[in-house]
């Protein structure tokens, strides 16, 4: 898509680059900065870090580059850099440790190789973007700072120059020297690698009397044999009763060992070089590797036993062919009337977001002549021209001023110029032409009518003929469509092929929703498999979940939304997820559910491959905060306030989403915000310590305060320091159940008579306000949630209290309680958060029943923040925007200031399956205008509380209701952590 108006794009770009350069007095640029680009081979999406480190003289010294490919090798370049009006520039050279396979890939004669790389830096928002080269190919198109988690209620550091990226070599040592050999692996050669596999047997196999003893191994690396060895482990007090045998996977058996030996002990070493087969090994030549192996030892006596603890194989594949030298990289033009391969369209592509598509690529094109009998569309590198205009005036040598080129390329039937650009979707699948599609795209705002569709379309089609069956016109915006509406007849007349929004995105077999890594056990989570995913899990979910405790990793069989919980939490966790189509039974992912894995999730495509459990770990445990992190509370407020009397600052008392509650009272007009009450952090602590009983066996370590009294705070600290408890994730789940019991029921714990008084006291203010007949909504507000840097979506519950059900408490209490969710004990433990250090608050208000919509919208335009703008996804009825029933989809659709004078465009991204007949959005046109006010309103006050008037990456998210009658409520804002 034509992501700008030259004339804004260029003031755009003045104030990104117009940063001071680097000297004494300058903004200091150094940091860490990270980037994702295609590997050097073209085999997928890989990371890349770049370090700057500031000098006296003004210049930056490049201490790190690193290019990695999973599964791949390591590239590591050193070289200077120096600021020139906030672009970094700086020349890169010498590979170090790189493997012969890249060093071929990057340069044939594998000299050292040099680059460049060329950065545009922004110091008061801590971005960058740029590009990086080596070897005449474009590894990296942009990228932004390192960010490590900041704890509770504090922004994120911009740069850090000291932190160590994830899965990357602190300064001083080299990336093998801290990989593990999963990700450090050795490069595919003309003579392959051998296979080894090993076993230790946990327990061990018993080798009984008369018996067959079997183990079998599984060898997943397809190969050839041209020889084997083995080694075995086999404990036994005569191995002269013993007949050992090796079988591969075809059926083809070996005799290791056939009862010689007397009356020694074991069979311990490697066939054929410590020990002797009786059988020759070189049976296995010309077999495949890849398959079962068996072990079987048989006893043929009685009295001595014994056990097998464990064996391997060694497999050597024959040797293949040379593989051909690589092709020379193709040349990437400035500019082309011709893109003849797959190849030259990425290398004149950059990495863009669209709504409803993160990181495709984009190459723009400019049509010239337009009102002549020759119009000439060209082609765009747009890695060397960001802008129309830029190509127009630098590449073409056109004298038109900015103005006026504006004037003869956008919003007029009397054009001169055709800016767009050409999408490629590579994760759609068509019926017709298979998995991707191209889509010629223009401005949204812009009225493109048929006959200025048609030039470009054609001229696209005849200059991609790799892609010709493949390319689509996309009428990407509310303006577009209704044009191509009104001339349907005559788009198919001009054999235009057009392509709507639902169909492009519901044929989507792949969307990566957060790109990351992670290692962990890969699970499919449904009824075959309910235990509770940990954070050592790498989860499938057939359906979303209505919640979701810390994992390493998410894939989804149906599409999500950037704002469902699951991605929220991805988000703040940093994990990878991704919707996959039939992730459960694909053919790269079933064969290792049950194993540890490490996934990718890149812009074009996911990774899955086999690591070990000793990786995860390390893994895991680099992500984990290295301090415990006490999250703030003020319990010296101790008495219910109103919503209307307290703000931002109240958080301390009352959590973050009580404490904006009142916040946004203050800016929005009366009725748009819930009125109500915030009860205090104070009322659940005084619940915990009041509930006491003496100390009794084995509980002395557990009285913290040596009052010879156990409270519940110091019952949760012996429950979560018993072994089984720590080992065990449904014994930790069963156990934090039967706590939760304990918080909830009257019968088994004692209300404090004070805060008791005053929660009914809360009650009866509120029927006197609201009527006895109003159900009250009782919404957990703890101190570790809704804040910068960390959200905590979806971890605890709000409950509803109506007029039947008594004393307020017994909803309260079921409030308190879900502190202790199963999904919330993991969070707070992989944070190093004490438990008895959070604390919950609750806002009351009125409860909104048969709304006729739901809501969620972020303040800003996610896919482009260089135009303003706000994303948002609404839902009928209470059918949830965050957790979604199975087959659900919202309305989700972008709201941006995209029109000549700044007006607002909506492109909508998807409609919801759950429209009511003969209705085309859930929202009128009129709510959404409102919305748009509100959110207006809200990004400017919150930008100031949270001091980020400065920054471009800052928005809220917000919870909005459309009520039952008609009326838009907010109901909830919180930082959006992105």
């Excluded at 120096?82 to 010498?94: D, K, P």
């Excluded at 044999?225 to 191995?239: F, G, K, P, Y």
């Excluded at 792949?510 to 899990?537: F, H, K, T």
């Excluded at 482009?864 to 009825?877: E, I, K, L, T």
């Amino acid at each position: 898509m034509n992501r700008t108006i030259a004339a804004l794009a260029v003031c755009l770009l003045a104030a990104l680059i117009g940063v001071s350069a680097a000297n004494a007095d300058g903004p200091d640029l150094s940091g860490t900065y990270h980037l994702v680009g295609p590997a050097p081979d073209g085999s997928g999406q890989v990371p890349i870090v770049l370090e700057l480190v500031a000098r006296d003289d003004g210049s930056y010294a490049v201490t790190h580059t690193h290019v990695l490919g999973a599964g791949r090798a390591d590239v590591v370049l050193r070289g200077n850099g120096r600021a020139q009006g906030g672009v970094i520039v700086a020349e890169l050279a010498g590979v170090v440790g790189a493997s012969s396979r890249v060093r071929r890939l990057l340069e044939e004669d594998a000299a050292p190789t040099s680059g460049t790389a060329r950065f545009v830096v922004n110091p008061d928002s801590g971005l960058a973007r740029g590009q990086l080269r080596i070897g005449g190919r474009t590894l990296a198109e942009r990228g932004r700072p390192n960010a490590a988690h900041a704890g509770f209620g504090a922004p994120a550091p911009r740069v850090d120059p000291g932190a160590t990226p994830r899965g990357f070599a602190p300064r001083g040592r080299s990336l093998r020297d801290v990989l593990p050999p999963r990700i450090a692996r050795r490069p595919a050669v003309t003579t392959p690698d051998p296979i080894v596999v090993a076993k230790d047997e946990e327990p061990d196999v018993p080798i009984r009397d008369h018996a067959d003893a079997i183990s079998t191994i599984e060898v997943t690396d397809e190969g050839t044999i041209e020889s084997l060895a083995t080694n075995v482990d086999i404990q036994h007090t005569w191995r002269g009763d013993l007949t050992v045998t090796l079988t591969a996977p075809d059926g083809t058996s070996v005799r290791l060992h056939d009862r010689a030996g007397r009356s020694a002990d074991d069979i311990v070493g490697a066939f054929p070089a410590d020990l002797t087969p009786v059988d020759d090994l070189a049976a296995f030549a010309g077999k495949e590797a890849k398959g079962t192996w068996t072990l079987a030892v048989h006893d043929h006596a009685f009295q001595d036993q014994g056990v097998i603890r464990g064996w391997g194989l060694t497999i050597t594949p024959e040797a293949g062919e040379e593989p051909p030298p690589p092709p020379p990289p193709a040349e990437i033009p400035e500019f082309a009337t011709e893109i003849p391969s797959r190849e030259v369209f990425e290398g004149m592509s950059r990495r863009d977001n669209v709504p409803g598509a993160m990181g495709v690529r984009e190459v723009k094109f400019l049509v010239t002549g337009v009102g002549s009998d020759s119009p000439q569309l060209y082609f765009i590198n747009t890695n060397e021209f960001e802008f129309h205009y830029d190509f127009a005036s630098r590449g073409l040598g056109l004298t038109l001023s900015l103005r006026r080129f504006n004037q003869l390329t956008y919003f007029t039937d009397n054009r001169q110029f055709i800016a767009g650009s050409i999408i490629a979707h590579d994760a759609f699948e068509h019926p017709d032409t298979g998995k991707g599609i191209y889509t010629v795209e223009f401005w949204p705002t812009d009225p493109v009518k048929v006959h200025h569709v048609d030039i470009p379309y054609h001229q696209v089609v005849a200059g991609m003929p790799f892609a010709s069956e493949k390319i689509y016109y996309h009428p990407a915006s509310e303006t577009q469509k209704a044009l191509h509406a009104q001339t349907r007849e005559e788009f198919d007349r001009r054999r235009i092929k057009v392509i709507g929004t639902e169909e492009l995105f519901g044929n989507v077999t792949y969307s990566p929703l957060n790109l990351g890594e992670g290692y962990g056990l890969l699970r499919v989570v449904d009824e075959a498999d309910p235990r509770p995913p940990s954070v050592r899990d790498i989860v499938i979910f057939k359906n979303l979940p209505n919640d979701l405790s810390h994992v390493a990793g998410v894939m989804t069989e149906v599409p999500q939304t950037p704002l469902s919980h699951i991605n929220l939490k991805a988000k703040q966790n940093d994990t990878p997820n991704a919707y996959i189509k039939n992730a459960s039974t694909h053919e790269r992912i079933a064969p290792l559910v049950g194993k540890w894995v490490h996934y990718v999730v890149a812009p074009d495509d996911f990774t899955v491959e086999e690591a070990t459990q000793a990786e995860v770990e390390e893994f895991l445990e680099a992500l984990r905060p290295t301090e415990e992190q006490i999250p703030t509370r003020d319990l010296d407020v101790n008495e219910v306030a109103n919503l209307g009397d307290i703000g931002n600052g109240d958080t301390r008392s009352v959590g973050a989403k009580a404490a904006n509650l009142g916040e946004l009272r203050d800016i929005l007009p009366e009725g748009v915000v819930p009125d109500g009450f915030a009860v205090p952090f104070a009322f659940y602590d005084a619940f915990m310590r009041f509930n006491e009983r003496p100390v009794g066996e084995g509980d002395a370590a557990f009285d913290g305060d040596g009052d010879g009294q156990i409270d519940l705070y110091e019952e949760t600290n012996k429950m979560a320091a018993a072994p089984d408890f720590r080992a065990d994730p449904a014994i930790r789940e069963d156990r934090l159940k039967e706590f939760r019991k304990v918080i909830k029921k009257e019968s088994k714990s004692t209300m404090p008579p004070d805060v008791l008084a005053k929660l009914e006291r809360m009650h009866q203010d509120f029927i006197a306000r609201f009527g006895p007949d109003q159900p009250i909504r009782l919404r957990s507000s703890t101190n570790n949630e809704d804040l910068e840097g960390f959200n905590g979506a979806g971890l605890y519950d709000s409950k509803t209290h109506r007029a039947d059900e008594g004393h307020i408490q017994k909803t309260v209490r079921q409030v308190w309680a879900s502190l202790w969710n199963y999904r919330a004990f993991e969070e707070r433990d992989f944070y190093r958060i004490p438990h008895d250090q959070a604390a919950m608050g609750i806002a009351a208000h009125p409860n909104f029943d048969d709304e006729i919509a739901n809501g969620v919208a972020v303040t800003k335009n996610i896919y482009d923040p260089n135009w303003p703008g706000f994303y948002v996804n609404v839902q009928a009825g209470e059918s949830l925007v965050t957790n979604p029933d199975a087959g659900v989809t919202p309305d989700e659709f972008l709201v941006a200031r995209l029109g000549p004078r700044g007006e607002y465009e909506i492109q909508f991204i998807r409609h919801s399956t759950l429209l009511p007949e003969g209705q085309a959005t859930i929202m009128t046109e009129a709510q959404t205008n409102e919305l748009v006010q509100y959110m207006e309103r809200i990004q400017s006050h919150f930008a100031r509380v949270y001091d980020r008037e400065n920054d471009p990456t800052f928005a809220m998210d917000i919870e909005f209701k459309v009520t039952v009658d008609n009326r838009l409520v907010i109901k909830q804002a919180r930082p959006w952590i992105d």
